[in-house]
Antibody, heavy 116, light 104 residues
Framework: QVQLQESGPGLVKPSGTLSLTCTVSGGSISSNNWWSWVRQPPGKGLEWIGD???????NYNPSLKSRVTMSVDKSKNQLSLNLNSVNAADTAVYYC?????????WGQGTMVTVSS | DIQMTQSPSTLSASVGDRVTITCRAS??????LAWYQQKPGKAPKLLIY???NLQSGVPSRFSGSGSGTEFTLTISSLQPDDFATYYCQQYNSYFGPGTKVDIK
């Protein structure tokens, strides 16, 4: 079955760029699905960051749109998230998820802390 | 943008209780709504899709209803494993703020 695994640095400096990868296993990233990123600050709720199709077409949360870029690497079966100009408010667990309208498969999440 | 709200924010209940959580959208989203359960330190788990459809493997004590702007998630008989936080989500988009179900 399809599984997702997030990876990337656990610590990013303020004003720097947060870069994460989500590896899809057990299925193809080129299947007829969108793929999404969601984050959750410590003790808070879920925030949709955006989603991307294997063609590269993407939709972003307007509140983050100016700082977010998502991409797909079909050769590696991976999707990527870049968030620039980070600050402490970007400290969160970051999840990737498969989109079938609802988000039916999630990665385990990766904690990213923004701190000097 | 469509805003999602949930009530209550916290709910205290006992094992065996019938529990209902409400989610409201600021404008109609037809039946394009999902419900998730999240436990501490874990990823959310899909419970209900398209407002009223039970995800495979989810116990039948969970049910969803509603359309348009008002939706409900009902747990018919609360079990110990159900103490968690529940989120609604407009399809492929924004989440509600969550409802924490804890032990009375």
């Amino acid at each position: 079955q399809v599984q997702l695994q997030e990876s990337g640095p656990g610590l990013v400096k303020p004003s720097g760029t947060l870069s994460l990868t989500c590896t899809v296993s057990g299925g193809s990233i080129s299947s007829n699905n969108w793929w999404s990123w969601v984050r959750q600050p410590p003790g808070k709720g879920l925030e949709w960051i955006g989603d991307i199709y294997h063609s590269g077409s993407a939709n972003y949360n307007p509140s983050l749109k100016s700082r977010v870029t998502m991409s797909v690497d079909k050769s590696k079966n991976q999707l990527s998230l870049n968030l620039n100009s980070v600050n402490a408010a970007d400290t969160a667990v970051y999840y990737c998820a498969r989109v079938v309208g609802a988000f039916d498969i999630w990665g385990q999440g990766t904690m990213v802390t923004v701190s000097s | 943008d469509i805003q999602m709200t949930q009530s209550p924010s916290t709910l205290s209940a006992s094992v065996g209780d019938r529990v209902t959580i409400t989610c409201r959208a600021s404008q109609s989203i037809s039946s394009w709504l999902a419900w998730y359960q999240q436990k501490p330190g874990k990823a959310p788990k899909l419970l209900i899709y398209k407002a009223s459809n039970l995800q495979s493997g989810v116990p039948s004590r969970f049910s969803g209803s509603g359309s348009g702007t008002e939706f409900t998630l009902t747990i018919s008989s609360l079990q110990p494993d159900d103490f968690a936080t529940y989120y609604c989500q407009q399809y492929n988009s924004y989440f509600g703020p969550g409802t924490k179900v804890d032990i009375k």
